[in-house]
């Protein structure tokens, strides 16, 4: 899909709503580092997040609840007849049970959203983590092959950020991790990565960059992560 044909789609893949191929192909623009796309996506998120701030709901008031039995075909009227007492007071519980689970169902609807207001807050931070990284000045960019596919960006001051494809998912139990390599150091982990279905990952170590970094590693790892690498890299992209 091209923009044009995604453009409709930013909103509803900002608060999880996009069909699955838009969803794929959002992602994987995204992962390629598209300008574009994390532009809209900037915007879709804004958007998104002025939702989050949904108050919570409030009780049902006297004349609503009176509005809902009447809709019923009850009238509330002066009688003291006992039948007419024991009518009312069945429909005002049904009332209140009915208006207890809307405020139950309501409540959870919300924390579901914000919970996925969230998650796509800290989505739209890392986009522009890696937005910074790639539009910087002395951006350096590094290729590496022979299987997993991509390109490493380094800026000394903002961070490195990984861009791969033909990465295929790690198995369960283990994820991927970054490592950064001084010359003549030992390496140092760089954070825990899992690639998507498609085989592309996308991760970013933020902060200032060791002047002395020498290269840019990825290894599988136990799902907690290691202080050293316990296996062949996968990646490694060298920037000497």
Known sequence: MNHEELRDQYDLYAIGLADEDAGAEIRAHLSRGCEECMLQMKHARELSALLSATPDAAAPSPKLRRRILASVGFEQRRFGWAPWLGLATALSLFGAFYFSMREHQVAENMLVLREQMRRQSIELTRMNEAFSILSGPETVVVGFGQGPKGKVYIDRT?????????LPPAPAGKLYEMWTIPKGGKPVAAGLFQSESGGTAMHIQPGAVNPN????????????????????????????
Not at 158 to 166: E, K, P, W, Y
Not at 216 to 224: I, K, N, R
Not at 228 to 239: F, K, R
């Open 158 to 166: 903002r961070g490195v950020l990984l861009i791969a494809s033909n």
């Open 213 to 240: 970094l020498a290269t840019v590693a990825v290894t599988l790892e136990d799902a907690g992560g290691a202080l050293a690498p316990t296996s062949t890299p996968i990646i490694a992209a060298s920037l000497q």
